[in-house]
Structure formats: C-alpha cells, structure tokens
T-cell receptor, first 116, second 115 residues
Framework: AQTVTQSQPEMSVQEAETVTLSCTYD???????LFWYKQPPSRQMILVIR??????QNATENRFSVNFQKAAKSFSLKISDSQLGDTAMYFC?????????????FGTGTRLKVLA | NAGVTQTPKFQVLKTGQSMTLQCAQD?????MSWYRQDPGMGLRLIHY???????DQGEVPNGYNVSRSTTEDFPLRLLSAAPSQTSVYFC??????????????FGPGTRLTVL
C-alpha cells in the first residue's frame, strides 16, 4: 500500500525568505502523480502544485517549486519570497489512477507560519 | 459556477442521532469523494464514487453510508452518530480522467461535533 510521510509537523520562516517542506512516499508503482495542497485558516483546500511522475522536469508555479527525486521517492516543496498569506497547513498527496479509481493518499501535513 | 458546495458548515449532534452531510458539484465531474480530517492524521478517505450509481469504500468507511443517484450530488449519511465521528468532513470532486491533470477540487468542509 502507498504511504505518504511529512516529517515536519511545524515550521516557521521569516517573511521574504525561502522555506522547503519535505514529503516522502512509498510505492512500487512507476506511474503516479503527486500534489501539494494548501489549507489556510479558512479551511479551504487549495491546490498549490502537481507533478507527474513520468516527467523529469520539476514543476513550478510562480513562487512555488518542487524538488522531485523519483528514485529517492521524495517530493519537497520550496516556497520562495515567503509571504504572510503563505501561512497555512500544507499537505502532500499521492495519486495513482488504476482500475478506474482516482484515490488520493494524503500526508499528515506541515503547519507553516510566516513571520513578519 | 459554484464548484463544490457542502452543507451545513457546522453541525452538533447527540450520540445516536442521524444526519446527512450534503455535497454537490456543478462541474460535471465523474469522481467524488468524502474525507475526514482529524488533528495529526491528515485527510482520510471515507467513501468515493467514480460515477452515478457507483460507490466504494475508502480507508475509514465504518459508520458512514453514501449513494450517488446523480452526477451532481454525493451525500454522506451518518446513521447513528458517535463521538469518534467528531471531525471536519470534506467533499471533493474531479473529472475522473486518467492522467496527471485529474486535480481534486474540495468543498469548504463541514465541522461536525458529536456529544
């Protein structure tokens, strides 16, 4: 069974600095997808970035980028120029489409606080 | 386009009561799912549906029932609420196509407290 591990329950970063959130996963599959979701205090789950496992190039979305290491089964999220609005819970998620299902497996989350 | 909507936003129940959490999406998504979120445990899948008339169990299905009579709606039923079901519940939907663009969109959540 696939598992997703986020080993940093809480992190903090100064405004305008860079922070990296870690995520590792365990799977025997070769084709899968990885996601980072953000959950601000409003509780809404917001997609930050996604990565297809068959793509070697790391995904980027403005200030957010990932370091995808397939062999190491690592998928870290880098937030550059941190802003106060980045304060949130961040969840890493794994998805493998098979047998017509699209189930996500989530990590336990990292609570990020951006300090002014 | 309202996306994924959930009602109610908050609910307090007494042990043994029943209720239905409503979820609807207007994006013509095939795949819908229910998660519960508990402190330190991330989101855990309760039930999911890959299309109207088709449902299946997720990781933590006990105590919950679902049905999918239409593409738009996916209600979650608690038949006899227990304090262990105190949680925040999220409904999500996605196109259901195989591929990395199959992003799940989440509703705003329902905070349920069972006394």
């Amino acid at each position: 069974a696939q598992t997703v591990t986020q080993s940093q329950p809480e992190m903090s970063v100064q405004e305008a600095e860079t922070v990296t959130l870690s995520c590792t996963y365990d799977t025997s599959e070769s084709n899968y997808y990885l996601f980072w979701y953000k959950q601000p205090p409003s509780r809404q789950m917001i997609l930050v970035i996604r990565q297809e496992a068959y793509k070697q190039q790391n995904a980027t979305e403005n200030r957010f980028s990932v370091n995808f290491q397939k062999a190491a089964k690592s998928f870290s999220l880098k937030i550059s120029d941190s802003q106060l609005g980045d304060t949130a819970m961040y969840f890493c998620a794994f998805m493998k489409p098979y047998s017509g299902t699209y189930k996500y497996i989530f990590g336990t989350g990292t609570r990020l606080k951006v300090l002014a | 386009n309202a996306g994924v909507t959930q009602t109610p936003k908050f609910q307090v129940l007494k042990t043994g009561q029943s209720m239905t959490l409503q979820c609807a999406q207007d994006m013509n998504h095939e795949y819908m799912s229910w998660y519960r979120q508990d402190p330190g445990m991330g989101l855990r899948l309760i039930h999911y549906s890959v299309g109207a008339g088709i449902t299946d169990q997720g990781e933590v299905p006990n105590g919950y029932n679902v049905s999918r009579s239409t593409t738009e709606d996916f209600p979650l039923r608690l038949l006899s609420a227990a304090p262990s079901q105190t949680s925040v519940y999220f409904c999500a939907s996605s196109l259901g196509q195989r591929g990395g663009t199959d992003t799940q969109y989440f509703g705003p959540g329902t905070r349920l407290t069972v006394l």
